[in-house]
């Protein structure tokens, strides 16, 4: 039988699970009010080239995937998280697809994070984004049978937003 302790545990693991993948969604739907809720208000983002706060980021992560791609997906995979307290630390692998310009780009980078809940949720402290590898694929003419699936779009007109 699982303890209290324990619950609140699963609880918390679960919550930081949910931050982390709202990245991606923020990132796939340009949402950068969305991407801006995963930040404390004091979080630094070291994201590549930029050292700075992560409320200040957002909205730039935005506007450089809404122009630098004509689609993206960002998938998030092998979360670990230790918790002691308030304060957390994550490692979660990070797959980004892209099509940028007739090149498809496979990117694997990793996210190391540091969590805290200060009086509610928690968020994101300080992010340490690490790339381990980019590959560049040119792109080729999709199967025609692909034009009959629904499509998504890059902002809340996507179906996923429709409740």
Known sequence: MMNEQRLHEVADK?????????????????????????YHD????HHGPFDKLGKELAPELVKMVREGTDGAMHLLTNVSIELKGDTAWTESYLVTLMNHAGTYHDI?????????????????AERLMILEFVRATPMGEPSPMLGAFSRGAR????????R
């Open 14 to 38: 679960m919550e930081i699970t949910e931050v982390l993948t709202r990245y991606c969604r923020a990132l796939d739907r340009l949402d950068p009010k969305l991407l801006r809720s995963i």
């Open 155 to 162: 902002d809340h007109t996507d179906p996923s937003y429709k």
């Open 42 to 45: 004091d979080a630094m983002d």
């Open 108 to 124: 694997g980078a990793r996210f190391v994070d540091r969590f805290e809940r200060r009086g509610g949720p928690w968020k994101i």
